[in-house]
């Protein structure tokens, strides 16, 4: 059973910042290509960033410089920091991750979803 644990989400001002950390389960979950999107309501799904293991990411058009994909190697998390947060921001993130199997087919895996409300 494999699960994605997401945090950090909740009431920020305009302008201010927030970091999310999304966490598998286990002990034998190595990470390959991570990804965050964000679901606002009565919208679709939208993609945010992606982070190869290799280090190279990349942003939608929207993000413009605010946020910012990372992993930890030792922790084996990964974590969306956003600062300068707009009210069009609100919205329910989601990570996303593959895990990597030796010798088995690459399988993603979805966090629970952490809620972000950009309001003053």
């Known amino acids: 059973q494999v699960q994605l644990t997401e945090s950090g989400g909740g009431l920020v001002q305009p302008g201010g910042s927030l970091r999310l950390s999304c966490a598998p389960s286990?002990?034998?979950?190595?990470?390959?290509?991570a990804a965050w999107y964000r679901q606002a309501p009565g919208m679709n799904r939208e993609w945010i960033a992606s982070?190869?293991?290799?280090?190279?990411?990349t942003y939608a058009d929207f993000v413009g410089g605010r946020f910012a994909i990372s992993m930890d190697n030792d922790k084996n998390m990964v974590y969306l920091q956003m600062n300068s947060l707009k009210p069009e921001d609100t919205a329910v993130y989601y990570c996303?991750?593959?895990?990597?199997?030796?010798?088995?087919?690459?399988?993603?895996?979805w966090g629970q979803g952490t809620q972000v409300t950009v309001s003053s």
């Open positions: 286990g002990s034998n979950f190595r990470i390959g290509v």
């Open positions: 996303n991750l593959q895990k990597v199997q030796l010798g088995r087919p690459l399988t993603s895996y």
């Open positions: 982070r190869t293991s290799g280090g190279a990411t």
